[in-house]
């Protein structure tokens, strides 16, 4: 079996797994961006979140949900009110963290080249303990103010993923054009929906100037990993 056709079994194989997290599905703010790398041949996705904020409890005996040897005591992938935080916390018996992540994004890439397409970083997260050994260690007024600026950076993280999004598709749009074999496979691909064809006539809206791939590296309220299929030895 060739290395593609390698990459495509796993890919079936990949996709048509259960999803395991803990929604079930999909993040909604991360379906388009999803959506685009599985309808292309050369890329799918292993693992994604849209961005959210979060409360931990180091305890592994809290009334949250268990995970990596912590309570969860809250996460939304909405703005957050103080209210939620302090009902929350009454859960705590450790150590309390309120957290906010960016969009996080996991890739498989058929080649080198396709990685290199999906070069991103991360600089956008904030982490700030509240509580020790159960006992709050902040006011009110605190946590109020950091709530403000984890959901500024909510909205602001969903706004970078439409950046990334269109971004993506001009920097498509560019290599299909230099591989039109590549674009031939994406419109006979089953998952390269409709939805996905009206939106590649919206690529052309982007500047002319715009180096896309440049603005994809350099977006630093995104964290995506791309990984390089080895196949079998």
């Not at 009902?87 to 990685?115: M, W, Y």
């Not at 089953?190 to 809206?205: A, I, L």
Request: charged share 30%; proline share 3%.
């Amino acid at each position: 079996m060739d290395r593609s056709a390698e990459f495509g079994r796993w890919k079936t194989q990949s996709l048509s797994k259960a999803d395991l997290s803990r929604k079930g599905s999909v993040d909604e703010g991360a379906v388009e961006v999803v959506e685009l790398l599985n309808s292309r041949d050369e890329f799918f996705t292993t693992s994604s979140c849209a961005g959210r904020i979060l409360l931990l409890d180091g305890s592994t005996n809290g009334s949250g949900v268990q995970k990596q040897h912590c309570c969860w005591l809250l996460v939304t992938h909405k703005p957050c009110v103080k209210d939620d935080v302090m009902a929350a916390l009454n859960g705590t018996t450790s150590d309390a963290v309120l957290k906010f992540e960016p969009f996080i994004l996991h890739v498989q890439c058929r080649t080198l080249q396709d990685a290199q397409l999906l070069a991103v970083r991360s600089t956008h997260g904030l982490e700030v303990p509240l509580s020790h050994k159960g006992k709050l260690m902040v006011t009110e007024e605190y946590i109020e103010f950091l709530l403000t600026i984890a959901n500024k950076k909510m909205e602001e993280n969903k706004k970078r993923i439409g950046r990334f999004y269109n971004c993506l598709q001009h920097a498509m749009e560019r290599e299909a054009i230099s591989n039109p074999c590549s674009r031939i496979k994406e419109k006979n691909n089953p998952r390269f929906t409709h939805k996905n064809e009206r939106n590649q006539g919206k690529r052309h809206d982007l500047p002319a100037t715009q180096d896309s791939e440049k603005e994809l590296a350099e977006d630093g309220g995104l964290e995506l990993t791309a990984t390089l299929f080895q196949g079998d030895d």
